[in-house]
């Protein structure tokens, strides 16, 4: 079967780094993608890894291990615009061709 | 580019009631899907094309149809509302379904049936 794990909530404080999992089991692997959704917004893209190791875009990296089906977004110098939905995606094989996957999403709570 | 544009962005329904949810992008794109979105669900493919004249179904099909006359629109029609068809509708698109290529997501459609 398909499935993505990534936990529910987080939480953390201004300036301080967070490192959000998700482990997946897929039929197939074509890529792996990090969204954002704020709150009663559409998800925008963040990340995407296709090969192992890691990917930087200025606060925001995202990592992926193949064979440890692993994958984790690292934000640093965390904001209280971050506090958004972050969304595990696998580009798997499935029913629906090369589609993407979701995991639930990781709600990520920033404070003062 | 408008992007990809949804309307409505709010919907009451009755159960029994039909009505489709419209979606339209300016960018070209060969791949267009619809998703829908609970609590605690995450995101679930209903739908998806590869282009005019093609559409397939995904994982959560059933009480849904689609068609692709044109590369721009991608209408959802429910034909029969049920009051589990309760959720927020994302479109998405991109320009093809290869490996790279990020799908952008239009505003959502709010929808509540009752």
């Known amino acids: 079967g398909q499935n993505i794990d990534q936990p529910t909530e987080m939480t953390a404080t201004e300036g301080a780094i967070v490192q959000i999992n998700c482990t997946y089991q897929t039929s197939g692997f074509n890529g792996l993608f990090w969204y954002q959704q704020h709150a009663g917004e559409a998800p925008t893209f963040l990340s995407y890894?296709?090969?192992?190791g890691l990917e930087e875009k200025g606060r925001f990296s995202s990592f992926l291990s193949r064979s440890k089906g692993y994958s984790y977004l690292l934000l640093k110098e965390l904001q209280m615009k971050d506090s958004a939905s972050y969304l595990c995606a696998v580009r798997g094989v499935n029913q629906a061709g090369t589609a993407l996957i979701f995991g639930k999403g990781t709600t990520l709570s920033v404070s003062s | 580019n408008a992007g990809v544009t949804q309307t409505p962005k709010f919907q009451v329904l009755k159960t029994g009631q039909s009505m489709t949810l419209q979606c339209a992008q300016d960018?070209?794109?060969?791949?267009m899907s619809w998703y829908r979105q609970d609590p605690g669900m995450g995101l679930r493919l209903i739908h998806y094309?590869?282009?005019?004249?093609?559409?397939d179904q995904g994982e959560v099909p059933n009480g849904y149809n689609v068609s692709r006359s044109t590369t721009e629109d991608f209408p959802l029609r429910l034909l029969s509302a049920a009051p589990s068809q309760t959720s927020v509708y994302f479109c998405a698109s991109s320009y093809s379904p290869g490996n790279t290529d990020t799908q952008y997501f239009g505003p959502g459609t709010r929808l509540t049936v009752l």
């Open positions: 890894n296709v090969l192992d």
């Open positions: 094309s590869v282009g005019a004249g093609i559409t």
């Open positions: 960018m070209n794109h060969e791949y």
